[in-house]
């Protein structure tokens, strides 16, 4: 399988992750094909997911913790909106598309 169809393939899943956990994908769409793009290299080149964005030491149990989705994940979202790489980001609330104006 070549680099695209691999970030296809990881694009998608990472939709079907973010959804479970409650997030969404970064809504910047050039952002997330580069970051499933990332992922899709380092995937053919080392064998794992390992986080794009993120320094692999070469140390197997540190580099554990960058393969995607990382343990820093859910903490970074939480506390910054999104993760660190920008893949995931929290749901945009919907708030104000329903509201009315008062007059």
């Known amino acids: 399988m070549d680099v695209d169809e691999q970030a ?9 992750y973010a959804e479970k956990k409650g997030f969404e994908l970064n809504p910047d769409e050039e952002r997330v ?5 990332g992922l899709a ?3 053919e080149k080392f064998g794992k997911r390992y986080c794009p964005c993120r320094i692999i030491t070469g140390d197997a149990e540190e580099d554990r ?3 995607c989705p990382c343990v820093y994940h859910e903490a970074e979202v939480r ?3 999104m993760c660190h790489c920008k ?4 749901k945009r ?3 104000g598309a329903d509201s009315e104006t008062e007059t």
């Open 8 to 16: 296809k393939k990881i694009k998608d899943w990472a939709g079907r």
């Open 41 to 43: 290299v380092r995937q």
């Open 87 to 90: 893949l995931f980001s929290a």
């Open 93 to 95: 609330s919907s708030e």
């Open 65 to 67: 913790k960058i393969i």
């Open 33 to 37: 094909d580069d970051v499933a793009k």
């Open 79 to 81: 506390e910054h909106g």
